[in-house]
């Protein structure tokens, strides 16, 4: 059955996401802000200090290609989020730049339950929203491709994956579309097939080309956000080539750092989200859908007394709030005694991590089925908004809501992903 939700949160949660779309690509640009934000993260988590260099080490060739006129920038995110019961809004848990997944996967599960509620009564098909990824996602990589050069020049999609890929058959899905609906072929590879074999044409603007001769017009990345997608030298060589490529990329360094937990926290904070969305009224409708957050820099806990007092309140309740490091992919975070223990220890390595306000959704009585097998139990449900975006130099081409993705875990886990072995995909049940 799927997850009922409040009709005028979810709307308004869509209605949102072009506006997030483009808080990722203001602060992204804003290559000043990410380093001074992030630099303290980075001594203590070198991964995210691996992609601050590479994002150092790419600057001129980046810098060539705007002026050159060929910068052409593709967002697939996905802004995830719960309701949270005391204040009855969505808030946002996190805001996925890089592999936002399973919005394929999802399109499939919102038909399944269109055709349940063809056969139950008690359910109304006009209360579960359309779902467009099977078409956004790849209209909107072609629509990079197209202002790469596709149309004149031809070339090919990479889908950048993990070795032993799991969740080919979400990916799937957008390789069909893209072929489908564009024409447009995708070759999937690792990082360490394009370390390999792929060609950066440096003097010639940029042009990467693969060993058939084909060039690339897209970088869609659904691997490259965890540290052990890059277990050598190799994997990162081909993400600065891919950096330096006149292709678009799916995402830049950039945009992956401007997902970053460090990020979502800093622009939480009195006047810095205000930076970069300049209009009142949409900061204002963005903060509508902002937890607490607090930076666990020991400068900031030193200064800041609101910071100081989260801290102590989280070393006090602990099952209020969630401790989060510089990680993507699930499994990562911190809950009570271990958030504890955690916090008391203190030190500069916490800069790594910020806190976070728990949010509480409701709880559910629910079937999960999985591997074939069905249960009944109490469930929590976390929604997803995809937004895809696509601009060339300074003319936008897109920037749109894209469809929805819901989890739904059992309430005694702390986690969500359903790759991660946590949740299950569902649909929402828009009630008035
Ligand atoms: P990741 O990048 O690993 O997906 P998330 O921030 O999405 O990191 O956290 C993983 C999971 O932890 C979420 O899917 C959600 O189930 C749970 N979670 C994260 N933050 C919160 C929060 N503030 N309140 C309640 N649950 C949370
Ligand atoms: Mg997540």
């Known amino acids: 059955m799927p997850v009922p939700y409040p009709r005028g949160r979810f709307e308004l949660a869509q209605q949102v996401m072009p506006l997030f779309n483009g808080l990722v690509d203001a602060v992204a640009a804003d290559e000043a802000y990410l380093e001074g934000t992030l630099g303290p993260a980075a001594l203590y988590d070198t991964f995210t200090g691996r992609l601050l260099k590479t994002l150092q080490a790419t600057r001129a060739a980046r810098a060539a290609l705007r002026e050159a006129g060929r910068e052409v920038v593709l967002g697939v995110h996905r802004s995830d989020y719960m309701l949270d019961e005391p204040s009855g809004k969505f808030l946002q848990v996190e805001l996925n730049t890089i592999a936002s997944s399973f919005g394929c996967l999802s399109a499939l599960m919102t038909r399944l339950h269109l055709y349940m509620a063809s056969r139950l009564p008690f359910l109304e098909p006009s209360r579960l929203p359309a779902n467009p990824t099977l078409e956004h996602i790849p209209d909107a990589i072609a629509a990079a491709a197209n202002a790469v050069g596709f149309r004149e020049e031809g070339g090919v999609v990479v889908m950048v994956v993990q070795p032993g890929e799991r969740n080919a058959y979400d990916q799937q899905w957008i390789q069909l579309g893209l072929w489908e609906r564009h024409r447009l072929r995708t070759v999937r590879m690792t990082l360490g097939d394009i370390a390999a074999t792929a060609k950066l044409d440096e003097a010639g603007g940029g042009t990467v080309t693969l060993q058939t001769g084909e060039p690339v017009c897209v970088f869609y990345f659904r691997a490259g956000y965890t540290p052990t997608d890059y277990p050598s030298e190799a994997e990162w060589a081909a993400r600065k080539l891919i950096e330096q490529s006149n292709a678009a990329k799916c995402p830049t360094v950039a945009y992956q750092l401007a997902g970053t937990k460090k990020i979502q926290q800093d622009l939480a904070r009195p006047g810095v989200l205000e930076k970069f969305i300049r209009d009142d009224r949409d ?24 910071v100081a007092a989260a801290v102590a309140d989280a070393i006090s309740r602990p099952e209020a709030y969630v401790l989060k490091p510089q990680r993507e992919g699930g499994g990562n975070n911190l809950y009570g005694e271990e958030l504890r223990d955690t916090l008391k220890a203190g030190g500069e390595r916490l800069s790594a991590y910020i806190l976070m306000q728990r949010i509480l959704p409701p709880a559910n009585r629910s079937v999960l089925v999985r591997n074939g097998q069905w249960s009944e139990s109490e469930t929590l449900s976390e929604l997803g908004i995809y937004g895809t975006f696509v601009r060339h130099g300074n003319n936008l081409l897109l920037n749109e809501q894209s469809g929805h993705l819901v989890r739904t875990k059992t309430s005694t886990s702390n986690e969500g992903g359903v790759a991660a072995g946590f949740a299950v995909l569902d649909s929402p049940y828009l009630l008035d």
């Open 283 to 306: 900061a204002a409708l963005l903060r509508e859908f902002f937890a607490g957050l607090w930076s666990l820099d020991p400068k900031d806990v030193a200064t800041d007394p609101g």
